[in-house]
């Protein structure tokens, strides 16, 4: 989670601090998909932790036995093996009343997991006109960073090519903050792209402040402003930009988010997006 009380910029603390990446797993099969992520996001040299999380409900004996919590940690233990992942099991079971949302909120607050990576869909199966039910809870609800993770998701390779959302509000650019010094590694390409509905001003210098700290991050990448088509929203403007830049990962900022509250043009990208999108979530935090 990135913060506005000094956007644009990490402290060196900041910089270094240890991520803890969370893996919610159902055993739906997007979530063998979803590790390979949540491994990707991790930096070895920081000592990042990475958390397999389950939730089991007793009120479902009929669950076959390759969906019992016993068969899928054993499972993803040895899927962290073959990918040599130092991931740790977690379980939480279900409370009487409780939903499956409100148990994985929990489990991840008290486990203070930084970015939460869930599949865009469950056991139920994907829909193109709608999210999962817990996929959208974790983008409305708790603390931490979503990383959505879909079907058509790339298999991430070494380097990731990374496209960074902006509309260069102090909210996005905390964000950008945290993607540049905490999650981007060596080797990546980012690209920011600011999307609007005015058409593209190539003489604009708003974006000099992301190729400046990209360039002292030694990131490569590119910084441009698109417009988008003739009544055309914002949010298919900015997927049109990922499908042609062919990106990995597509990254944006969010505040004020509540159960109520998910910008739509964030809101609408996570929903069609085809490839995997990350969502930071931003506090404002008063000096």
Known sequence: MATLSNP???SKEQKKKKLRVGVAIDG??????????????????????????????????WLPDTLTPDHLEHEYQLKCH??????????????KGQT?????????????????????????????????????????S??????????????LQKNVTWMFSTDHSHCAKAAFAALLYQICKPGDKLHVVWVTTTGADESDATLQTYKDAMHEAKVEGTCF???TKAG?????????????????????????????????VSAECCLKARCTTLVIKVTVERA
């Open 8 to 10: 644009f910029a990490l």
């Open 82 to 95: 073959e990918q040599q992942l130092d991931g740790v099991w977690y379980k939480k079971e279900k409370a």
């Open 225 to 227: 402003m698109s417009g």
């Open 232 to 264: 055309e929203p914002v949010a298919d403007g900015i997927l049109a930009v990922a499908s042609k830049l062919d990106v990995d990962i597509l990254v944006m900022g969010i505040s004020g988010y509540g159960a109520h509250k998910l910008g739509s």
């Open 142 to 155: 708790g603390n931490s960073d979503v990383c959505l993770v879909k079907s058509t998701s790339y298999a």
């Open 28 to 61: 739906s099969g997007v979530s063998e998909k979803a590790l390979l992520l949540g491994g990707r996001l991790l930096h070895p040299d920081r000592c990042d932790r990475l958390y397999i999380l389950h939730i089991s409900d007793p009120n479902k004996p």
């Open 100 to 140: 499956t949302c409100e148990a994985l909120m929990e489990l991840t607050e008290e486990l203070q997991v930084d970015i939460l990576v869930v599949g865009s869909f469950g056991r139920k199966g994907e829909r193109i006109d709608m999210l999962g039910t817990v996929s959208d809870f974790s983008l409305r």
